[in-house]
Protein backbone atom coordinates (compact mmCIF):
# COMPACT_ATOMS: atom_id res chain seq x y z
CA UNK A 1 0.00 0.00 0.00
CA UNK A 2 2.66 2.18 0.83
CA UNK A 3 3.53 4.60 -2.37
CA UNK A 4 5.99 7.28 -1.50
CA UNK A 5 6.12 10.52 -2.91
CA UNK A 6 9.35 12.27 -3.85
CA UNK A 7 8.12 15.60 -3.17
CA UNK A 8 7.41 18.10 -0.95
CA UNK A 9 7.02 17.11 3.58
CA UNK A 10 6.02 14.01 1.98
CA UNK A 11 9.45 12.78 1.29
CA UNK A 12 10.65 13.58 4.42
CA UNK A 13 7.22 12.72 6.43
CA UNK A 14 5.90 9.55 4.94
CA UNK A 15 3.06 9.85 6.98
CA UNK A 16 1.57 12.67 4.96
CA UNK A 17 1.79 10.00 2.41
CA UNK A 18 0.61 6.98 2.98
CA UNK A 19 -1.83 8.79 5.78
CA UNK A 20 -4.18 10.93 3.11
CA UNK A 21 -5.47 7.45 1.87
CA UNK A 22 -6.16 5.95 4.97
CA UNK A 23 -8.98 4.14 5.09
CA UNK A 24 -11.34 1.39 7.68
CA UNK A 25 -9.81 -1.36 5.81
CA UNK A 26 -6.04 -0.49 6.31
CA UNK A 27 -7.03 0.68 10.35
CA UNK A 28 -8.13 -2.94 10.57
CA UNK A 29 -5.36 -5.03 9.41
CA UNK A 30 -3.16 -2.35 11.44
CA UNK A 31 -5.34 -3.11 14.22
CA UNK A 32 -5.28 -7.05 13.99
CA UNK A 33 -1.10 -6.82 13.65
CA UNK A 34 -0.59 -4.31 16.62
CA UNK A 35 -2.75 -6.75 18.77
CA UNK A 36 -0.29 -9.72 17.79
CA UNK A 37 2.45 -7.38 17.78
CA UNK A 38 1.74 -5.86 21.36
CA UNK A 39 1.54 -9.55 23.06
CA UNK A 40 5.09 -10.70 21.51
CA UNK A 41 6.43 -7.06 22.12
CA UNK A 42 6.08 -7.66 25.98
CA UNK A 43 8.28 -10.40 27.12
CA UNK A 44 11.19 -9.67 24.29
CA UNK A 45 10.71 -5.94 25.46
CA UNK A 46 11.50 -6.88 28.87
CA UNK A 47 14.14 -10.07 27.76
CA UNK A 48 15.94 -7.58 25.76
CA UNK A 49 16.34 -5.09 28.45
CA UNK A 50 17.89 -7.80 30.60
CA UNK A 51 20.35 -9.02 27.86
CA UNK A 52 20.87 -5.20 26.98
CA UNK A 53 21.95 -4.38 31.45
CA UNK A 54 19.15 -2.31 31.52
CA UNK A 55 16.08 -2.17 34.18
CA UNK A 56 12.99 -4.53 32.87
CA UNK A 57 10.78 -1.50 32.49
CA UNK A 58 13.36 0.11 29.99
CA UNK A 59 12.28 -2.51 27.53
CA UNK A 60 8.70 -1.09 27.76
CA UNK A 61 10.11 2.67 27.06
CA UNK A 62 12.00 1.84 24.07
CA UNK A 63 9.07 0.09 22.94
CA UNK A 64 6.27 3.47 22.99
CA UNK A 65 7.74 6.28 21.73
CA UNK A 66 10.03 4.59 19.34
CA UNK A 67 7.28 3.20 17.13
CA UNK A 68 5.19 6.52 17.51
CA UNK A 69 8.41 8.29 15.77
CA UNK A 70 9.30 5.45 13.32
CA UNK A 71 5.24 5.81 11.84
CA UNK A 72 6.05 9.35 11.14
CA UNK A 73 9.40 8.82 9.51
CA UNK A 74 8.93 5.54 8.46
CA UNK A 75 8.82 4.23 4.99
CA UNK A 76 8.09 0.27 5.62
CA UNK A 77 4.63 -0.29 6.91
CA UNK A 78 5.30 -3.71 8.78
CA UNK A 79 8.77 -2.95 9.83
CA UNK A 80 8.77 -3.54 13.60
CA UNK A 81 10.72 -1.44 15.40
CA UNK A 82 12.27 -2.08 19.30
CA UNK A 83 14.82 -3.50 21.08
CA UNK A 84 16.48 -7.09 19.38
CA UNK A 85 18.95 -9.33 20.42
CA UNK A 86 22.02 -8.19 18.85
CA UNK A 87 22.13 -4.33 19.43
CA UNK A 88 21.00 -5.14 22.97
CA UNK A 89 24.19 -7.51 23.26
CA UNK A 90 26.60 -4.67 21.70
CA UNK A 91 24.50 -1.94 23.87
CA UNK A 92 25.43 -4.05 27.11
CA UNK A 93 28.73 -4.43 25.94
CA UNK A 94 29.46 -0.55 25.11
CA UNK A 95 27.92 0.57 28.37
CA UNK A 96 29.45 -2.26 30.67
CA UNK A 97 32.59 -1.49 29.24
CA UNK A 98 32.27 2.49 30.67
CA UNK A 99 30.27 1.57 34.16
CA UNK A 100 33.43 -0.95 34.86
CA UNK A 101 36.36 2.37 33.65
CA UNK A 102 33.94 4.19 36.53
CA UNK A 103 33.36 6.50 33.06
CA UNK A 104 29.66 6.37 33.34
CA UNK A 105 27.26 3.89 34.82
CA UNK A 106 25.55 1.59 32.84
CA UNK A 107 21.99 3.37 32.46
CA UNK A 108 23.45 6.23 31.59
CA UNK A 109 26.10 4.94 28.88
CA UNK A 110 22.98 3.62 27.32
CA UNK A 111 21.14 5.86 27.11
CA UNK A 112 23.95 8.17 25.91
CA UNK A 113 24.77 5.20 22.91
CA UNK A 114 20.72 4.96 21.87
CA UNK A 115 21.50 9.28 21.63
CA UNK A 116 24.63 9.34 19.56
CA UNK A 117 23.57 6.28 17.70
CA UNK A 118 20.22 8.21 16.54
CA UNK A 119 22.29 11.71 15.60
CA UNK A 120 24.83 9.50 13.61
CA UNK A 121 21.99 7.80 11.73
CA UNK A 122 19.90 11.27 11.37
CA UNK A 123 23.53 12.65 9.99
CA UNK A 124 24.21 9.87 7.29
CA UNK A 125 20.18 9.95 6.56
CA UNK A 126 19.97 13.82 5.89
CA UNK A 127 23.77 13.36 3.55
CA UNK A 128 22.54 10.29 1.82
CA UNK A 129 25.43 8.97 3.25
CA UNK A 130 23.57 5.01 3.37
CA UNK A 131 26.10 3.34 0.89
CA UNK A 132 28.39 3.46 3.94
CA UNK A 133 26.73 0.65 4.66
CA UNK A 134 27.40 -1.19 2.00
CA UNK A 135 31.30 -1.61 3.33
CA UNK A 136 29.57 -4.12 5.80
CA UNK A 137 29.38 -7.30 3.87
CA UNK A 138 27.14 -9.54 3.70
CA UNK A 139 29.38 -13.08 4.93
CA UNK A 140 30.70 -10.49 7.79
CA UNK A 141 26.98 -9.83 8.75
CA UNK A 142 26.33 -13.29 9.20
CA UNK A 143 29.29 -14.39 11.08
CA UNK A 144 29.08 -11.38 13.30
CA UNK A 145 25.34 -12.09 14.01
CA UNK A 146 25.97 -16.03 14.52
CA UNK A 147 28.61 -15.23 16.63
CA UNK A 148 26.79 -13.03 18.91
CA UNK A 149 23.90 -15.42 18.97
CA UNK A 150 26.39 -17.92 20.96
CA UNK A 151 27.77 -15.00 23.11
CA UNK A 152 23.94 -14.17 23.89
CA UNK A 153 22.69 -17.41 24.63
CA UNK A 154 26.05 -18.73 26.68
CA UNK A 155 25.55 -15.15 28.79
CA UNK A 156 21.92 -16.67 29.51
CA UNK A 157 22.32 -19.58 30.65
CA UNK A 158 23.59 -18.10 34.50
CA UNK A 159 20.16 -16.87 34.89
CA UNK A 160 18.38 -20.49 33.67
CA UNK A 161 21.37 -21.62 36.75
CA UNK A 162 20.65 -19.37 39.24
CA UNK A 163 24.03 -18.45 39.86
CA UNK A 164 26.01 -15.20 39.41
CA UNK A 165 28.58 -15.24 36.81
CA UNK A 166 30.62 -12.67 34.39
CA UNK A 167 32.59 -12.44 31.22
CA UNK A 168 32.76 -10.67 27.61
CA UNK A 169 33.70 -13.26 25.92
CA UNK A 170 32.48 -16.74 25.26
CA UNK A 171 35.65 -18.38 26.88
CA UNK A 172 35.06 -16.31 30.10
CA UNK A 173 31.32 -16.81 30.02
CA UNK A 174 31.75 -20.62 29.75
CA UNK A 175 35.05 -19.95 32.43
CA UNK A 176 33.12 -17.93 34.84
CA UNK A 177 30.23 -20.66 34.72
CA UNK A 178 32.07 -23.17 35.00
CA UNK A 179 33.46 -22.09 38.29
CA UNK A 180 30.61 -21.94 39.87
CA UNK A 181 28.57 -24.53 38.65
CA UNK A 182 28.18 -25.82 41.98
CA UNK A 183 25.96 -23.01 43.23
CA UNK A 184 23.22 -24.09 40.37
CA UNK A 185 19.44 -23.73 42.33
CA UNK A 186 17.43 -26.68 41.15
CA UNK A 187 14.47 -24.94 41.41
CA UNK A 188 15.64 -22.18 39.18
CA UNK A 189 17.07 -24.67 36.65
CA UNK A 190 13.58 -26.19 36.98
CA UNK A 191 11.66 -23.00 35.79
CA UNK A 192 14.47 -22.19 32.56
CA UNK A 193 14.84 -25.28 31.67
CA UNK A 194 10.67 -26.09 31.13
CA UNK A 195 10.28 -22.42 29.78
CA UNK A 196 12.83 -23.51 27.20
CA UNK A 197 11.35 -26.53 26.25
CA UNK A 198 8.49 -25.50 25.97
CA UNK A 199 8.72 -22.16 23.37
CA UNK A 200 11.26 -23.96 21.67
CA UNK A 201 8.23 -26.74 20.99
CA UNK A 202 6.25 -23.97 20.70
CA UNK A 203 7.94 -22.17 18.05
CA UNK A 204 6.70 -25.09 15.65
CA UNK A 205 4.68 -27.86 17.38
CA UNK A 206 1.94 -25.41 19.11
CA UNK A 207 0.46 -24.47 16.23
CA UNK A 208 -0.44 -27.88 14.38
CA UNK A 209 -1.59 -28.94 17.71
CA UNK A 210 -4.15 -26.30 18.31
CA UNK A 211 -5.10 -26.58 14.56
CA UNK A 212 -5.39 -30.53 15.56
CA UNK A 213 -8.27 -28.99 18.11
CA UNK A 214 -10.42 -28.21 15.42
CA UNK A 215 -8.55 -24.16 15.99
CA UNK A 216 -8.50 -22.06 12.89
CA UNK A 217 -4.87 -22.10 11.25
CA UNK A 218 -4.61 -18.49 11.45
CA UNK A 219 -6.00 -18.34 14.68
CA UNK A 220 -3.78 -21.18 15.56
CA UNK A 221 -1.00 -19.29 14.23
CA UNK A 222 -2.07 -16.36 16.28
CA UNK A 223 -2.09 -17.48 19.77
CA UNK A 224 1.30 -19.83 19.08
CA UNK A 225 3.08 -16.57 18.47
CA UNK A 226 1.76 -15.53 21.88
CA UNK A 227 3.63 -18.32 23.87
CA UNK A 228 5.87 -16.39 25.38
CA UNK A 229 3.06 -14.58 27.32
CA UNK A 230 2.03 -17.64 28.25
CA UNK A 231 5.08 -18.80 29.86
CA UNK A 232 5.47 -15.58 31.41
CA UNK A 233 1.79 -16.07 32.91
CA UNK A 234 2.41 -19.76 34.40
CA UNK A 235 5.96 -19.18 35.48
CA UNK A 236 4.77 -15.58 36.84
CA UNK A 237 1.58 -17.90 38.88
CA UNK A 238 3.89 -20.23 39.98
CA UNK A 239 6.42 -17.64 41.56
CA UNK A 240 3.77 -15.91 43.25
CA UNK A 241 1.77 -19.37 44.21
CA UNK A 242 4.87 -21.45 45.74
CA UNK A 243 6.86 -17.80 47.10
CA UNK A 244 9.94 -18.90 44.91
CA UNK A 245 12.00 -15.71 46.07
CA UNK A 246 12.29 -17.30 49.25
CA UNK A 247 13.37 -20.54 47.70
CA UNK A 248 16.73 -18.41 46.43
CA UNK A 249 14.53 -18.11 42.61
CA UNK A 250 15.78 -14.82 40.89
CA UNK A 251 12.65 -12.91 40.25
CA UNK A 252 11.83 -8.95 37.91
CA UNK A 253 11.22 -7.64 40.88
CA UNK A 254 9.91 -4.21 41.56
CA UNK A 255 8.75 -2.71 38.18
CA UNK A 256 7.90 1.25 38.00
CA UNK A 257 4.38 1.72 36.66
CA UNK A 258 3.76 4.66 34.57
CA UNK A 259 4.89 6.08 31.46
CA UNK A 260 8.76 7.15 31.09
CA UNK A 261 9.71 10.78 32.28
CA UNK A 262 11.29 12.18 28.92
CA UNK A 263 14.32 13.95 29.40
CA UNK A 264 17.47 14.85 27.42
CA UNK A 265 20.60 12.41 28.22
CA UNK A 266 23.04 14.10 30.76
CA UNK A 267 26.12 15.51 27.95
CA UNK A 268 29.89 14.99 28.85
CA UNK A 269 32.21 15.17 25.82
CA UNK A 270 34.30 13.36 27.21
CA UNK A 271 33.23 10.05 28.13
CA UNK A 272 30.35 10.54 25.37
CA UNK A 273 33.27 10.81 23.00
CA UNK A 274 34.65 7.34 24.17
CA UNK A 275 30.84 6.17 23.23
CA UNK A 276 31.31 7.14 19.66
CA UNK A 277 32.56 4.31 17.99
CA UNK A 278 30.23 1.50 19.52
CA UNK A 279 27.38 4.10 18.95
CA UNK A 280 28.59 3.72 15.14
CA UNK A 281 28.87 0.28 15.19
CA UNK A 282 25.28 0.04 16.78
CA UNK A 283 24.03 2.10 13.97
CA UNK A 284 25.69 0.25 11.23
CA UNK A 285 24.52 -3.10 12.09
CA UNK A 286 21.06 -1.64 13.01
CA UNK A 287 20.79 -0.18 9.85
CA UNK A 288 21.92 -2.73 7.40
CA UNK A 289 19.84 -5.43 9.17
CA UNK A 290 16.23 -3.00 9.39
CA UNK A 291 16.63 -2.41 6.12
CA UNK A 292 17.54 -6.01 4.43
CA UNK A 293 14.32 -6.81 6.28
CA UNK A 294 12.24 -3.92 5.24
CA UNK A 295 13.23 -4.14 1.36
CA UNK A 296 12.73 -8.27 1.65
CA UNK A 297 8.93 -7.40 3.06
CA UNK A 298 8.30 -4.74 0.93
CA UNK A 299 9.51 -6.55 -2.39
CA UNK A 300 6.69 -9.24 -1.84
CA UNK A 301 4.11 -6.72 -2.02
CA UNK A 302 6.07 -4.80 -5.25
CA UNK A 303 6.62 -1.96 -2.75
CA UNK A 304 9.73 0.88 -2.03
CA UNK A 305 11.61 0.92 0.80
CA UNK A 306 13.86 4.48 0.95
CA UNK A 307 16.82 3.27 2.91
CA UNK A 308 17.79 7.20 3.41
CA UNK A 309 14.92 7.86 4.83
CA UNK A 310 14.66 4.75 6.46
CA UNK A 311 18.09 6.22 8.23
CA UNK A 312 16.17 9.18 9.26
CA UNK A 313 13.25 7.27 10.59
CA UNK A 314 15.83 4.65 12.70
CA UNK A 315 17.81 7.71 13.83
CA UNK A 316 14.42 9.88 15.11
CA UNK A 317 13.66 6.67 16.71
CA UNK A 318 16.75 6.63 18.91
CA UNK A 319 17.02 9.82 19.78
CA UNK A 320 13.27 8.89 21.03
CA UNK A 321 14.33 5.87 23.04
CA UNK A 322 16.82 8.15 24.46
CA UNK A 323 14.95 10.92 25.72
CA UNK A 324 12.43 8.00 27.04
CA UNK A 325 15.45 6.93 29.34
CA UNK A 326 15.97 3.75 27.50
CA UNK A 327 18.59 1.90 25.04
CA UNK A 328 19.34 1.35 21.14
CA UNK A 329 16.66 0.21 18.95
CA UNK A 330 16.21 -0.98 14.95
CA UNK A 331 13.79 -2.81 13.23
CA UNK A 332 13.68 -6.68 14.20
CA UNK A 333 13.46 -9.30 11.83
CA UNK A 334 10.85 -11.69 13.66
CA UNK A 335 8.54 -9.08 14.86
CA UNK A 336 8.31 -7.74 11.21
CA UNK A 337 8.01 -11.33 9.65
CA UNK A 338 5.02 -11.34 12.69
CA UNK A 339 3.76 -8.02 11.74
CA UNK A 340 3.95 -8.56 7.76
CA UNK A 341 1.67 -12.04 8.26
CA UNK A 342 -0.67 -10.88 10.57
CA UNK A 343 -1.48 -7.84 7.42
CA UNK A 344 0.07 -4.72 8.70
CA UNK A 345 -0.14 -2.34 5.87
CA UNK A 346 0.89 1.12 7.36
CA UNK A 347 3.61 2.19 9.54
CA UNK A 348 0.57 2.66 11.52
CA UNK A 349 0.50 -0.79 13.06
CA UNK A 350 3.65 0.10 15.39
CA UNK A 351 1.80 3.19 16.50
CA UNK A 352 -0.77 1.19 17.66
CA UNK A 353 1.36 -1.15 19.37
CA UNK A 354 2.97 1.61 21.26
CA UNK A 355 -0.14 2.59 23.03
CA UNK A 356 -0.79 -1.05 23.49
CA UNK A 357 2.82 -1.59 25.27
CA UNK A 358 2.18 2.20 27.15
CA UNK A 359 -1.39 0.55 28.18
CA UNK A 360 0.16 -2.52 30.18
CA UNK A 361 3.06 -0.01 31.22
CA UNK A 362 0.30 1.93 32.99
CA UNK A 363 -1.15 -1.44 34.21
CA UNK A 364 0.11 -4.31 34.35
CA UNK A 365 3.69 -3.49 36.10
CA UNK A 366 3.09 -4.85 39.34
CA UNK A 367 2.29 -8.39 37.81
CA UNK A 368 5.75 -8.34 36.57
CA UNK A 369 7.15 -8.28 40.50
CA UNK A 370 7.07 -12.65 40.30
CA UNK A 371 8.43 -13.08 36.80
CA UNK A 372 11.53 -15.72 36.94
CA UNK A 373 14.03 -14.11 35.62
CA UNK A 374 14.56 -17.29 34.63
CA UNK A 375 11.68 -17.48 31.61
CA UNK A 376 12.80 -13.80 30.34
CA UNK A 377 16.40 -15.77 29.59
CA UNK A 378 14.27 -18.59 28.34
CA UNK A 379 12.70 -16.39 26.10
CA UNK A 380 15.94 -15.01 24.81
CA UNK A 381 17.78 -18.17 24.48
CA UNK A 382 14.85 -19.65 22.30
CA UNK A 383 15.16 -16.20 20.15
CA UNK A 384 18.61 -16.09 19.56
CA UNK A 385 18.65 -19.91 18.28
CA UNK A 386 17.27 -18.68 15.12
CA UNK A 387 20.21 -16.49 14.26
CA UNK A 388 22.91 -19.04 14.55
CA UNK A 389 23.68 -20.25 11.04
CA UNK A 390 27.21 -21.84 10.29
CA UNK A 391 26.09 -22.77 6.77
CA UNK A 392 27.55 -19.81 5.87
CA UNK A 393 30.86 -21.34 6.35
CA UNK A 394 30.43 -24.16 3.75
CA UNK A 395 28.95 -21.64 1.00
CA UNK A 396 31.77 -19.31 1.73
CA UNK A 397 34.35 -22.08 1.69
CA UNK A 398 32.90 -23.60 -1.76
CA UNK A 399 32.58 -20.20 -3.21
CA UNK A 400 35.15 -17.93 -1.97
CA UNK A 401 38.03 -18.27 0.14
CA UNK A 402 38.66 -14.59 0.91
CA UNK A 403 34.91 -14.37 2.03
CA UNK A 404 35.41 -17.68 4.43
CA UNK A 405 38.40 -15.80 5.76
CA UNK A 406 36.71 -13.15 6.65
CA UNK A 407 33.52 -14.88 7.83
CA UNK A 408 35.92 -17.00 9.87
CA UNK A 409 37.78 -14.28 11.74
CA UNK A 410 34.58 -12.15 12.64
CA UNK A 411 33.16 -15.25 14.10
CA UNK A 412 36.80 -16.41 16.00
CA UNK A 413 37.23 -12.47 16.90
CA UNK A 414 33.50 -11.77 18.17
CA UNK A 415 33.78 -15.03 20.26
CA UNK A 416 37.14 -14.67 21.42
CA UNK A 417 37.62 -10.76 21.75
CA UNK A 418 34.01 -9.32 22.06
CA UNK A 419 31.93 -7.88 19.79
CA UNK A 420 33.64 -4.50 18.95
CA UNK A 421 36.39 -5.77 18.04
CA UNK A 422 34.56 -9.08 16.46
CA UNK A 423 32.90 -6.59 13.57
CA UNK A 424 35.71 -4.54 13.35
CA UNK A 425 38.30 -7.01 12.28
CA UNK A 426 35.46 -8.92 10.33
CA UNK A 427 35.18 -5.17 8.29
CA UNK A 428 38.64 -4.42 8.35
CA UNK A 429 39.78 -7.98 6.56
CA UNK A 430 36.81 -7.32 4.05
CA UNK A 431 38.13 -3.88 3.21
CA UNK A 432 41.54 -5.12 2.55
CA UNK A 433 40.81 -8.09 0.84
CA UNK A 434 38.93 -6.26 -1.69
CA UNK A 435 41.44 -3.82 -1.93
CA UNK A 436 44.01 -6.59 -2.65
CA UNK A 437 41.88 -8.28 -5.56
CA UNK A 438 41.41 -4.83 -6.74
CA UNK A 439 45.24 -4.39 -6.96
CA UNK A 440 45.33 -7.18 -9.23
CA UNK A 441 42.23 -7.16 -11.36
CA UNK A 442 41.61 -10.60 -13.65
CA UNK A 443 43.46 -10.04 -16.85
CA UNK A 444 43.11 -12.26 -19.67
CA UNK A 445 44.81 -12.76 -23.07
CA UNK A 446 41.91 -13.05 -25.85
CA UNK A 447 41.53 -14.53 -29.46
CA UNK A 448 38.93 -14.58 -31.79
CA UNK A 449 36.04 -17.30 -31.80
CA UNK A 450 36.56 -18.94 -35.03
CA UNK A 451 33.52 -17.92 -37.26
CA UNK A 452 32.44 -15.22 -35.26
CA UNK A 453 33.13 -12.03 -33.81
CA UNK A 454 33.30 -12.96 -30.40
CA UNK A 455 36.75 -13.00 -28.47
CA UNK A 456 37.18 -14.98 -25.13
CA UNK A 457 40.24 -15.86 -22.78
CA UNK A 458 42.68 -18.40 -24.97
CA UNK A 459 43.12 -20.43 -22.17
CA UNK A 460 39.17 -21.46 -21.52
CA UNK A 461 38.42 -21.61 -25.55
CA UNK A 462 39.77 -22.24 -28.96
CA UNK A 463 40.20 -19.40 -30.41
CA UNK A 464 42.21 -17.62 -33.27
CA UNK A 465 45.29 -15.72 -32.13
CA UNK A 466 47.60 -13.98 -34.22
CA UNK A 467 51.22 -13.90 -33.23
CA UNK A 468 52.25 -10.06 -34.07
CA UNK A 469 48.86 -9.07 -32.50
CA UNK A 470 48.33 -8.93 -28.56
CA UNK A 471 45.00 -8.27 -27.03
CA UNK A 472 44.86 -7.75 -23.18
CA UNK A 473 41.43 -7.47 -21.51
CA UNK A 474 40.92 -5.93 -18.47
CA UNK A 475 38.07 -6.99 -16.51
CA UNK A 476 37.68 -4.36 -13.91
CA UNK A 477 38.19 0.01 -13.42
CA UNK A 478 41.66 0.95 -13.76
CA UNK A 479 42.39 3.37 -10.65
CA UNK A 480 45.86 3.96 -8.52
CA UNK A 481 45.38 -0.13 -6.52
CA UNK A 482 45.85 -1.72 -9.43
CA UNK A 483 47.25 0.72 -12.31
CA UNK A 484 50.96 -0.37 -11.34
CA UNK A 485 49.98 -3.86 -11.89
CA UNK A 486 48.81 -3.04 -15.48
CA UNK A 487 52.05 -2.25 -16.23
CA UNK A 488 54.13 -4.70 -14.86
CA UNK A 489 51.72 -7.44 -16.44
CA UNK A 490 52.17 -5.68 -19.87
CA UNK A 491 55.61 -5.13 -19.83
CA UNK A 492 55.96 -9.21 -19.09
CA UNK A 493 53.73 -10.48 -21.91
CA UNK A 494 55.59 -7.88 -24.41
CA UNK A 495 58.70 -9.06 -23.44
CA UNK A 496 58.02 -12.59 -23.58
CA UNK A 497 56.57 -12.01 -27.10
CA UNK A 498 59.24 -10.56 -29.39
CA UNK A 499 57.16 -11.07 -32.45
CA UNK A 500 54.53 -8.40 -30.99
CA UNK A 501 54.14 -5.09 -33.01
CA UNK A 502 50.66 -4.27 -31.82
CA UNK A 503 49.16 -4.28 -28.35
CA UNK A 504 45.60 -3.90 -27.93
CA UNK A 505 43.96 -3.12 -24.22
CA UNK A 506 40.06 -4.44 -24.84
CA UNK A 507 38.12 -1.79 -22.73
CA UNK A 508 34.74 -3.77 -22.70
CA UNK A 509 34.73 -3.94 -18.73
CA UNK A 510 36.72 -0.56 -17.77
CA UNK A 511 33.75 1.69 -16.25
CA UNK A 512 36.47 4.20 -15.26
CA UNK A 513 40.35 5.13 -15.57
CA UNK A 514 41.40 7.47 -12.65
CA UNK A 515 44.63 10.13 -12.98
CA UNK A 516 47.18 7.04 -11.86
CA UNK A 517 45.89 4.56 -14.24
CA UNK A 518 45.94 7.25 -17.00
CA UNK A 519 49.45 7.81 -16.07
CA UNK A 520 50.40 4.46 -16.09
CA UNK A 521 49.17 4.26 -19.57
CA UNK A 522 51.00 6.89 -21.07
CA UNK A 523 54.29 5.33 -19.52
CA UNK A 524 53.00 2.19 -20.95
CA UNK A 525 52.60 3.82 -24.31
CA UNK A 526 56.08 5.66 -24.25
CA UNK A 527 57.75 1.84 -23.26
CA UNK A 528 55.91 0.34 -26.09
CA UNK A 529 57.00 2.78 -28.71
CA UNK A 530 60.70 2.78 -27.63
CA UNK A 531 59.88 -1.21 -28.23
CA UNK A 532 58.68 -0.59 -31.46
CA UNK A 533 55.16 -1.47 -30.43
CA UNK A 534 51.92 0.34 -31.29
CA UNK A 535 49.48 1.02 -28.52
CA UNK A 536 45.49 0.60 -29.13
CA UNK A 537 42.65 0.62 -27.04
CA UNK A 538 39.50 -1.07 -28.31
CA UNK A 539 35.30 -1.35 -26.98
CA UNK A 540 36.59 2.32 -24.83
CA UNK A 541 32.90 2.84 -23.10
CA UNK A 542 31.38 6.59 -23.74
CA UNK A 543 32.29 8.15 -19.96
CA UNK A 544 35.90 7.17 -20.07
CA UNK A 545 36.37 8.38 -23.72
CA UNK A 546 34.81 11.49 -22.50
CA UNK A 547 37.44 11.67 -19.83
CA UNK A 548 40.30 10.54 -22.38
CA UNK A 549 39.24 13.23 -24.66
CA UNK A 550 40.21 15.59 -21.60
CA UNK A 551 43.63 15.03 -22.09
CA UNK A 552 46.61 14.68 -24.46
CA UNK A 553 46.82 10.97 -24.11
CA UNK A 554 44.77 10.05 -27.57
CA UNK A 555 46.99 12.10 -29.48
CA UNK A 556 50.19 11.01 -27.88
CA UNK A 557 49.06 7.13 -28.33
CA UNK A 558 50.98 5.46 -30.93
CA UNK A 559 47.61 3.49 -32.04
CA UNK A 560 44.03 3.63 -32.80
CA UNK A 561 40.86 3.41 -30.65
CA UNK A 562 38.53 1.08 -31.89
CA UNK A 563 34.82 0.68 -31.39
CA UNK A 564 34.83 -3.36 -31.49
CA UNK A 565 38.04 -5.70 -31.18
CA UNK A 566 36.65 -7.30 -34.44
CA UNK A 567 37.21 -4.26 -36.00
CA UNK A 568 40.40 -3.26 -34.43
CA UNK A 569 41.88 -7.20 -35.23
CA UNK A 570 40.81 -6.32 -39.01
CA UNK A 571 41.89 -2.60 -39.23
CA UNK A 572 45.25 -3.77 -38.01
CA UNK A 573 45.73 -6.92 -40.00
CA UNK A 574 45.28 -4.74 -43.24
CA UNK A 575 47.64 -2.68 -42.34
CA UNK A 576 50.69 -5.17 -42.01
CA UNK A 577 49.21 -6.39 -45.13
CA UNK A 578 49.91 -3.64 -46.87
CA UNK A 579 53.39 -3.27 -44.96
CA UNK A 580 53.38 0.56 -44.95
CA UNK A 581 56.61 2.39 -43.46
CA UNK A 582 56.82 2.34 -39.76
CA UNK A 583 57.44 5.96 -38.69
CA UNK A 584 55.21 7.06 -41.22
CA UNK A 585 52.03 5.51 -39.62
CA UNK A 586 53.16 6.70 -36.12
CA UNK A 587 52.87 10.17 -37.84
CA UNK A 588 49.44 9.30 -39.76
CA UNK A 589 46.25 11.05 -37.80
CA UNK A 590 44.84 8.63 -35.55
CA UNK A 591 41.38 7.96 -36.10
CA UNK A 592 38.85 7.42 -32.60
CA UNK A 593 35.93 5.19 -32.55
CA UNK A 594 33.84 6.06 -29.71
Given at each position: ???????????????????????????T????????????????????????????E????A?????L????FG??G?????PV???????????????A???M??V??????????????????IF??G????F??H???S??????G???A???V????????????????????L?H??E?????????????I??????????????R???A????????????????????????????????V????????????????A?D???W??????????????????????????????????????????????????????????G???????????G?????????????????????????????Q????????V????????????????????????????????????????????V???????????????M??????????H??NVL????????????????D????????????S???M?????????????????????L?????????????????????L?????????????????????????????????????V???????????????????
Amino acid sequence: MTVLSTTGLARYFPVLDWGRRYNRRLLTSDMIAAVIGTLMLIPQSLAYALLAGMPPETGLYASILPLLIYAIFGTSGPLAVGPVAVVSLMTASAAGQMAATGGMDHVSAAIALAFLSGIFLVAVGIFRLGFLANFLSHPVTSGFVSASGILIAAGQVKYLLGIKASGDTFLGIVESLLAHIGETSLVTLAIGASATIFLQWARKGLKPALVRLGIATGLAGNLARAAPVVAMGLTTLLAWGLDLEKMGVWLVGTVPQGLPVFALPAFDLAHWLDLVRPAILISIIGFVSSVSVAQTLAAKKREKVVPDQELIALGAANIASSISGAFPVTGGFARSVVYYDAGAETPASGAFTALGIALATLTLTPLLYYLPQATLAATIIVSVITLIDFSVLKKAWSYSIADFAAVTLTIVATLVLGVEIGILAGVTLSILLHLYKGSRPHMAVVGRVPGTEHYRNVLRHKVETYPEILTLRVDDSLYFANARHLEESLSEMVADRPEVKDVILLCSAVNEIDLSALESLEEINRRLKDAGVRLHLSEVKGPVMDRLEKCSFLKEMTGQVFLTQHQAIASIRGVEKDAPDRSRAEEAPIEWYI
